[in-house]
């Protein structure tokens, strides 16, 4: 819910129209663009004029500003403050400004709504760091990294829900699915589980689990990791059921990315900085760190 919908929880990210094909298309561009030993050896902290401190590209010279959406929850932020280094993105976000010469002191955080950050126009911000699934569509208007993170989608349900033993996407037909609309697990819902009933639309993800917990849904679907969150501190006597990938084929994967404005000079600054933590193998200890048990969900297909 493309953070779990803001209420907002985190989410996976929105995808308002995409194919295989167009999906395919944006990630074979951004893996056109530098080889990824290219991509690391463009970044080199400060001593690179084009990506340190001081790049032309920056929206404060001797700052990096990142955005991100408020309330920033787990296991993506930590206790709603990002400047913290704790969570998933913030760690990322700290690792790719270190990338870019930039010291802690150096990074401002901003807020950034999520529904707004993919709008054509003018940013205050260098990058938006907040669960955005990369979609044909939306870089139409912004800039995208290479992903940071590959997102499935997670299901929960109550212990008690006669759907709590399902062991395919093909036992969920009947029931009534709770989902965050204009994301990616809306998406998935419709083109992947095709349900009998409409599903049930909410604002946010908070107000999906609301719907769980007094059950008015059967399930709720949003990203996995956030699909943890929810069972493990939300919804007392839940589970998550197990996992898919959003498209319902493992070859056309949900990415996240970091998003900038459109043309920005640093985007082949940050896929370099990415590029190098994924080499080092940096970025997989940050992702073993903070979304460990998102490995621990069946693959239900």
């Not at 530098?34 to 929206?59: F, I, Q, W």
Request: net charge neutral.
């Amino acid at each position: 819910m493309p953070r779990v919908a803001r209420a907002r929880l985190p989410r996976a990210r929105v995808i308002l129209s995409l194919g295989t094909a167009a999906l395919l298309t944006v990630a074979a561009t951004s893996c056109a663009q530098k080889s990824t030993a290219d991509k690391a050896s463009a970044v080199s902290g400060s001593a690179s004029t084009s990506c340190g401190t001081n790049a032309p590209g920056l929206y404060k010279s001797g700052q990096l500003t990142v955005a991100t959406d408020s309330p920033a929850y787990a296991p993506w932020f930590d206790n709603n403050d990002p400047s913290d280094g704790k969570g998933f993105e913030s760690a990322v976000a700290y690792a790719v400004a270190t990338q870019l010469g930039f010291t802690k002191d150096q990074v401002k955080w901003v807020v950034e709504p999520f529904n707004s950050s993919y709008a054509p126009g003018a940013k205050n911000f260098d990058f938006d760091i907040n669960e955005i699934s990369i979609t044909a569509d939306r870089a139409k208007a912004v800039d995208f990294s290479t992903g940071y993170y590959t997102a499935n989608q997670g299901i929960v349900v109550l212990d008690s829900s006669k759907y709590a033993n399902a062991t395919s996407l093909a036992d969920l037909k009947s029931a009534k699915i709770g989902v965050q609309v204009a994301t990616t697990s809306y998406e998935a819902v419709g083109n992947v589980i095709k349900p009998t009933q409409q599903p049930a639309v909410f604002n946010g993800t908070d107000d999906a689990a609301h719907a769980l917990k007094n059950k008015q849904v059967d399930a709720i679907i949003t990203d996995l990791p956030t699909a943890f969150y929810i069972s493990g501190a939300q919804i007392d006597g839940s589970k998550v059921l197990g996992q898919f990938d959003y498209t319902g084929t493992a070859a056309d994967q949900e990415q996240f990315g970091l998003l900038l404005k459109k043309g920005s000079a640093l985007t082949p600054c940050v896929d370099g900085a990415i590029a190098a933590l994924k080499s080092s193998g940096e970025l997989q200890k940050i992702t073993d760190q903070w979304l460990s048990q998102s490995v621990n969900a069946p693959k239900l297909g």
